[in-house]
């Protein structure tokens, strides 16, 4: 069964207890006291030192509702809808050579018209080998979507599907200096050309809702063609 990783301090297990009873022995928490960045680079590093070739990342406050004809419902997920979002996962990745993660978040990247979004994700499955170009710890902050913009300069893509739907139970946000934040955006805007700044538009990023700016990231279309050595 694919394991599910979580960076925690330790402090909240809203994730685990919301996990159907099934699925409880996949999960792997990551306590180490490191930051969050760090932290999710030693789950990358574990995953493949272990040879697994798919693994979960989920935070840690999160709840887990499930689809139902499409539409988004408040009914908890059961073991089958993680058991059937990863069938149909391994379907799509067996499909396309390009797709490095999927996520079941309602606003995560997405492809197509939609290939402009800001990028939210949250209970996201690996394709380990895929996700190799890019290390979640070259920034500390906005580590997450950094990974995703390094896997998208390598050719990766990355989807969402409609099955399970988690939502935070948590308000724990980051409010950093605009000067932090400047840095961060100007570095993106020097190292990946799928990246789109409105320098005057103020906008709510990642649950941060004092950014002074707006970001999109263009994304990468799916793929059948192989991209790189090994697949």
Not at 10 to 32: F, H, M, N, S, Y
Not at 151 to 159: C, Q
Not at 198 to 227: E, H, Q
């Amino acid at each position: 069964m694919i394991p599910i990783y979580i960076p925690t301090r330790g402090l909240v297990k809203t994730t685990q207890d919301c996990i159907p009873v099934e699925l409880r022995d996949t999960i792997r928490t990551i306590d180490a006291q490191l930051p969050i960045a760090d932290k999710r680079q030693l789950i990358l590093d574990t995953a493949i030192a272990n040879k697994e070739p798919m693994f979960v990342m989920v935070d840690d406050d999160c709840k887990f509702t499930r689809y139902d004809n499409g539409v988004c419902t408040s009914h908890s997920a059961t073991a089958s809808d993680f058991t059937d979002f990863y069938k149909r996962a391994g379907t799509l990745f067996a499909r396309y050579k390009n797709l490095a993660m999927i996520s079941d978040h309602p606003r995560a990247f997405s492809n197509g018209r939609e290939e402009w979004t800001n990028g939210l994700s949250k209970f996201v499955l690996h394709y380990t080998d895929r996700v190799k170009p890019a290390k979640y710890n070259r920034i500390d902050l906005f580590e997450d979507v950094d990974f995703y913009l390094q896997l998208a300069r390598s050719g990766k893509a990355y989807i969402k599907l409609k099955g399970l739907a988690t939502s935070n139970d948590s308000q724990d946000y980051v409010d950093i200096s605009p000067e932090r934040y400047e840095g961060i955006f100007r570095d993106w805007t020097d190292n990946f050309p799928n990246v789109k700044i409105d320098w005057s538009k103020p906008s709510i990023f990642a649950g941060n809702k004092k950014v002074p700016v707006t970001v999109r990231f263009k994304y990468n279309k799916l793929s059948t063609n192989t991209l790189y050595d090994g697949e």
